[in-house]
């Protein structure tokens, strides 16, 4: 075969490639109609509260500035259990949530524990916050 020829053919392959590239293109895709409803609420979502630990703050610091009771500083630490180990050693940086409200059960029991805790060791999770972290 002539050069030509060829050199014809390789330019009709390209042009039917490219046309068949354009109609792709072109192509429209319907989209389906909506139909029925949607109810939203309008209840607004909660949005969970954070707290930055500082140097030099305990979880009893903490309560006492969000819920005016330093003795109801057990629910801090149940509510954060999964990043805190030792109630007595919290770090500088962690992200601690702090929940807006509790039954008042939940707060009877906070404060007992609170206050009958007794002895504590930094370090060591103490059998009374294990039992604690359990009810």
């Known amino acids: 075969m002539s050069i030509k020829i060829k050199l ?11 046309l ?6 072109s192509l429209s895709v319907g989209y389906g109609s909506i139909e029925g ?17 500082k140097v030099y703050e305990s979880l009893w610091k903490i309560s006492s500035k969000y819920y005016n009771n330093p003795l109801l500083w ?3 630490y149940k509510m954060n259990s999964d990043r805190i180990y030792d109630a007595d050693l919290i770090f500088p940086g962690q992200n ?5 409200k509790f039954t008042k059960s939940e707060k009877a029991k906070a404060i007992k ?3 009958s805790r007794g002895m504590w060791i930094i370090g060591y999770q ?5 039992k604690f972290l359990l009810d």
């Open 8 to 18: 014809f053919r390789k330019q009709i392959l390209f042009f039917i490639i490219v």
């Open 20 to 25: 068949f590239l354009k109609s792709c293109s």
């Open 37 to 53: 409803t949607v109810s939203f609420s309008k209840k607004p979502i909660p949005q969970k509260k954070y707290h930055i630990v």
């Open 74 to 76: 057990p629910l801090l």
């Open 96 to 100: 601690l949530l702090v929940a807006d």
């Open 113 to 115: 524990h609170a206050m």
């Open 126 to 130: 103490e059998e009374k916050d294990q």
